[in-house]
């Protein structure tokens, strides 16, 4: 982590649609002030280190952005997804 970074980690449960999730990571990576984004949809959290950012502009970012894919009448749909800073931390990447 950067010295002067602040990490901020989102909690994304239900964000299962890999288009979705990898276009989010794109995002959050090109939105100036981020310093490294980093997520796993199987641990379902993004964990974003950045420079002088308010938590509730990622989150929105992510909101807007971020979705879940489920059926409906057997069609696929895509689905929101209820992202918030995380109250624990993320574990992916770690032994």
Do not use: K
Not at 5 to 18: F, R, Y
Not at 68 to 74: E, H, I, R, V, Y
Request: charged share 20%.
């Amino acid at each position: 982590m950067s010295p002067d970074a602040i990490t901020t980690e989102i909690d994304i449960a239900g964000a299962n649609c890999p288009w979705c999730f990898n276009e989010t990571l794109d995002r959050l990576r090109a939105e100036p002030g981020v310093v490294d984004a980093r997520a796993s949809m199987r641990g379902q959290c993004l964990r974003i280190e950045h420079r002088g950012l308010p938590t509730q502009a990622l989150v929105d970012l992510v909101r807007r952005h971020l979705h879940g894919a489920a059926l409906s009448s057997s069609e696929p749909v895509m689905v929101e997804i209820d992202a918030h800073e995380a109250a624990l931390h993320c574990t992916h990447g770690h032994p």
